[in-house]
């Protein structure tokens, strides 16, 4: 089998040597690779004395990932024990679904004597756990000892028999368990801790974009305000034209950087620039009255002398129908 694997691999190094450390069984424990497969381990442990579970020997199988012992194994139950689901992956802190828990440090010996700890625990609705009552699990540890597997045979004939009560190795076992305990209760409030912190920051957060939306809507509202005055005061001459209206364009004032600089007073509305109207201040400089000379102005009033002689030319018309002469109608515009 070794030469079927490469000897460099350090998970093929670790495996061999804990092979070799469990090649002969225990009273509590025993665990081997299959012969074809270095990666799946068949174990079997005893049920804990002075439990619902004594007397009962359970099987499993334990799949080491290829980069083992950095990261956990996955243990599954193969004799229904009713603490365990069988055939499913388990959640224990020392397997595959706590590998942020899982110590390099810890091997497959230390696994089955978590495995045996765990055991008369609550299952705390785990993933693979099940809450049996005791008498359930009492006929099923009873029923356990005829239990075959497919590779190892049966499996009431892989333990040695208990001699004693094997205090030693229960109280390791505990201390195994509440180790681990320890590390998963550790690795939680770790990470309920930086749950809380995310919910915080993600508060602060929401509560600076509404207190920037509103500052916003404030401004936008001036801008709006201050827009409407600039029309109202400014020179009616010069506001002849509706498009002129969309021709304004609103410069950026100082309501911008003072929200940058962390500002908590009003803004001061924005400088407006209209066709006919000259920039200013709407606090602190008046409105300019003085006619200011620009090409759209210009246009303004070449186009209403326009639109004045053409309704003098319509008149003219109509009066030339109704038989008045032109001279009439000369005079009359005069």
Not at 86 to 112: F, M, V, Y
Not at 208 to 233: N, P
Request: net charge negative.
């Amino acid at each position: 089998m070794e030469a079927s694997y490469n000897s460099r691999c350090p998970a093929v190094k670790r495996l061999f040597r804990e092979a070799k450390e469990l090649h002969e069984a225990t009273e509590e424990y025993y665990a081997q690779p299959l012969e074809d497969n270095l990666f799946e381990w068949h174990f079997t442990v005893r049920g804990p004395p002075d439990t619902e579970f004594d007397g009962g020997i359970y099987h499993g199988r334990i799949i080491m990932p290829a980069d083992y012992p950095m990261k956990p194994p996955n243990i599954i139950f193969l004799t229904p024990n009713g603490r365990f689901e069988t055939n499913k992956k388990i959640c224990l802190s020392i397997s595959g679904h706590h590998p942020e828990t899982w110590q390099p440090s810890w091997s497959i010996r230390t696994a089955l004597l978590a495995i045996i700890g765990f055991m008369p625990t609550p299952a705390n609705g785990t993933i693979g756990s099940l809450d049996y009552t005791a008498k359930e699990r009492a006929k099923l540890a009873k029923k356990s000892q005829e239990y075959e597997c497919p590779d190892c045979g049966c499996i009431n004939s892989l333990l040695k028999e208990r001699t004693g009560d094997n205090k030693d190795l229960q109280q390791e076992a505990r201390e195994v368990m509440s180790q681990c305990a320890v590390s998963i209760k550790a690795d939680t409030k770790n990470g309920s801790d930086q749950a809380s912190g995310t919910a915080d920051s993600s508060n602060t957060i929401s509560k600076a974009e509404e207190a920037d939306t509103e500052h916003s809507s404030l401004a936008d509202g001036e801008d709006t305000t201050i827009a409407a005055e600039t029309q109202g005061s400014a020179n009616p001459e010069s506001t002849v034209s509706a498009p002129q209206a969309t021709n304004q364009t609103t410069l950026p004032g100082n309501h911008l950087a003072n929200r940058n600089q962390g500002a908590t007073a009003v803004d001061p509305a924005p400088e407006m620039l209209m066709e006919g109207v000259a920039p200013h201040n709407a606090q602190t400089n008046p409105v300019s009255s003085a006619p200011v000379s620009s090409p759209g102005f210009i246009y303004n009033m070449v186009l209403s002398a326009a639109i004045v002689l053409f309704i003098g030319l319509v008149m003219r018309r109509i009066f030339l129908l109704e038989g008045d002469t032109s001279e009439e109608l000369d005079d009359l515009l005069l």
